[in-house]
């Protein structure tokens, strides 16, 4: 209520996210044991049926995010991804397109999602509606929408460092025809 919106990821994920908590009104939530995975809707599910390309979540969670799925390790916790050198990274690195494993592992055999022209990648491998960046509302569960855009100045960009996209933002230099669209409207590649 009051007019103010968030994508349907955030709705009973268990964080209020409105100002007045309407977002997690009516919610059922439910504790999942060791061998289960919770779905951001708060449903259960074997964890053998996280990222095995058939959705069993009701909000289709279990598939979003999951590049190649990732080995388990004893020595990390759930909310870690281990490297292949043991060490552990937060799983919201792995297939992030940066490698944080000292060996690179997180980013080896990584399969992301195709977006068509008029969506965008989320790091996760979600696609959004391209007109959903950088809107300064986070659509993608990893919040990745919402980073390097840029600011929007008062008027020109800094000489030298920064670029003009189309719709008055800004971005470093560096992003440009790096393969990676950061303006809102892809002018930068």
Request: proline share 5%.
């Amino acid at each position: 209520t009051g007019g103010h919106y968030i994508s349907t990821v955030y709705v009973c994920d268990g964080t209020e996210d409105c100002q007045d908590g309407s977002d997690e009104q009516d919610c059922v939530y439910s504790n999942c044991n060791n061998n289960t995975w919770r779905c951001h809707s708060g449903q259960c599910i074997s964890i053998d049926r996280r990222c095995d390309l058939i959705p069993d979540c009701l909000d289709q969670s279990d598939e979003q995010g999951c590049g190649k799925k990732p080995s388990r390790d004893p020595r990390c916790p759930d909310s870690m991804f281990t490297c292949n050198n043991k060490q552990c990274i937060n799983m919201l690195f792995y297939c992030d397109f940066t490698p944080h494993c000292s060996d690179s592992s997180d980013e080896i055999s990584c399969v992301y999602s195709n977006c068509n022209n008029n969506t965008w990648r989320c790091h996760s491998g979600q696609c959004i509606s391209i007109d959903r960046r950088c809107d300064l509302i986070p659509d993608c569960l990893d919040q990745s929408d919402e980073q390097g855009c840029g600011k929007k100045p008062s008027r020109g960009c800094e000489s030298g460092y920064y670029i003009k996209c189309r719709g008055s933002y800004c971005i470093p230099v560096n992003q440009v025809c790096d393969g990676r669209p950061d303006c809102p409207e892809q002018d930068d590649e």
